[in-house]
């Protein structure tokens, strides 16, 4: 599984749109990319920038399918208005994508240990 991070920036004006179209993420653009391999995306604002992040099985190739999908290419469409580039980015990028440097994985709770939780 891949963790991916890049960043996006939304026009000034153009917030509350933004904001308001996830509110009311399409139900089957959802399924799609779960069908894709995405199995955790989060976006996350701080005035006009965003952090998007997501855990994907083989992002190159959640990329190509996106490329191909009707019903991406359709929000893309719909969302295109709301965006500026992000200063940065690099030749080619459409978004500014951003390198892992430090990664903490959980531990999972066995059920012994909860058990020895609930005891206390």
């Known amino acids: 599984m891949q ?3 890049f960043q996006l920036r ?5 917030i509350a749109e933004y904001d308001e179209a996830h509110r009311h993420v399409w139900p089957e653009l959802m399924t799609e990319l ?3 391999g995405v199995s955790e995306y989060s976006i996350f604002r701080r005035d006009q920038q965003l952090f ?5 099985v ?3 190739e959640l990329t190509k399918c996106l490329e191909t999908s009707p019903v991406n290419l359709q929000w893309q469409k719909m969302m295109a208005p709301l965006f500026e580039p992000v200063p940065g980015l690099r ?5 500014a994508m951003m390198m892992e440097v430090f990664f903490m994985k959980g531990r999972a709770k066995t059920q012994d240990a909860d058990a020895r939780e609930d005891e206390i």
């Open 10 to 14: 939304i026009k000034a004006g153009k």
């Open 91 to 95: 030749p080619g990028e459409k978004q």
């Open 52 to 56: 998007l992040y997501m855990q994907v």
């Open 58 to 60: 083989d992002y190159d």
């Open 34 to 36: 779960e069908s894709f």
């Open 3 to 5: 963790r991916i991070a």
